[in-house]
């Protein structure tokens, strides 16, 4: 298949799931798309298997927090889709309330995304669920809250050793 | 008394005899064969890893090999950032070295926290937190050249070993060891 311009993925995504696309963003240096939480995992999917579309690679996830955007504190997680095979890509991003941050794994669709997803949710505090084994991956296995949040605290000592010397 | 049989073919050397203390021999034997744990955290590693190639050669001051287990080595060069995740193996790996044993801390993360003193949320701010250290190098990282200084200053160390000291370092119990 042939490489496709953002406005022509963003058109196929449509034709398949009129309501999943929230918001587009084409003018940035990365053209983004803001996507459903809950239609986030049957987006996924098409960009995967759609010879059109055949996002075979999943770069990169990043979480972030937003804890004053209007209309609500947000967490976004944020998708890089590549295809090897056409030479495109796009950044797909789910915004979710920051009170409760789920959003449905990917990792049955990009095998990729298994450590992807334990380090958003080891550092910024999202849950994605049907991850097979959603455990820290960075800091250590009995460490409290997400140090990547705005609000958050380094604690004053881990395990007997001081952690605050200034 | 009977008479020992000088077998030193040697006519220079024939009836010359060597006077010294037990500390002295040992200490230098131990001193001239310092053994440093394979044990890398982060970029300082690199250096130290330079340091026992080819152009800074640790081998000529005998302290070339660098082991695989902590209980034939007796020097830990921390070389790199040590996180909480990563303190208590640090303190499992020395609390497995053999007495008498030392410890440099090389480069700014190691001494102090270096850049993450103030917002490292996960770094431990200063490797004496955990274990005690003989010899601090600072550096970001410390050059070949300064690590080879820190060794022979573990090398002074070690010639004013007494036989009879049974001092042992010990690491604090209240850091956790991992299950």
């Keep these: ?166 | 008394m009977t008479e020992i049989e000088n077998r030193n073919p040697d006519p220079l050397t024939k009836n010359v005899v060597l006077m010294t203390a037990v500390d002295d021999i040992i200490n230098a034997t131990r001193a001239n064969s310092v053994w440093p744990l394979t044990f890398g955290l982060a970029c300082c590693a690199i250096e130290m890893m330079a340091t026992g190639a080819a152009k800074y050669d640790l081998d000529r001051f005998g302290s070339g090999p660098f082991r695989g287990t902590p209980r034939q080595s007796d020097l830990m060069v921390v070389a790199g950032t040590v996180t909480h995740k990563m303190a208590p193996r640090v303190k499992r790996l020395y609390d497995q070295m053999p007495e008498p044993k030392y410890v440099i801390a090389m480069g700014g993360c190691v001494i102090r926290g270096g850049p993450y003193v103030k917002h490292g949320y996960h770094v431990v701010k200063g490797v004496d937190l955990v274990i005690p250290v003989d010899v601090y190098i600072p550096g970001c990282p410390p050059r070949p050249e300064a690590l080879l200084e820190g060794i022979f200053k573990v090398q002074k160390l070690m010639k004013r070993e007494k036989i009879l000291d049974r001092t042992r370092r010990t690491t604090k119990p209240e850091v956790y060891q991992p299950v």
């Design chain 1, 1 to 166: 298949m042939a490489r496709l311009e953002t406005g022509q993925i963003i058109a196929v995504l449509k034709e398949k799931l009129p309501d999943a696309v929230t918001e587009e963003v084409l003018d940035g240096v990365d053209p983004i798309l803001v996507v459903k939480a809950e239609a986030w995992s049957a987006v996924a999917e098409l960009c995967r298997d759609d010879s059109r579309l055949g996002f075979d690679l999943l770069s990169c996830i990043t979480g972030v927090d937003y804890p004053e955007r209007e209309g609500g504190a947000e967490i976004e997680v944020i998708y890089n889709l590549d295809s090897i095979a056409n030479g495109h890509e796009l950044t797909v991003k789910v915004k979710l309330p920051r009170s409760d941050p789920r959003v449905a794994s990917v990792e049955s669709i990009w095998a990729t995304a298994d450590w992807h997803e334990r380090e958003t949710y080891d550092l910024v505090g999202v849950i994605f669920e049907g991850h097979h084994n959603l455990v820290r991956i960075l800091c250590a296995d009995d460490w409290v809250g997400h140090p990547l949040r705005k609000d958050y605290e380094p604690p004053d000592s881990f395990h007997g050793i001081k952690n605050v010397i200034y």
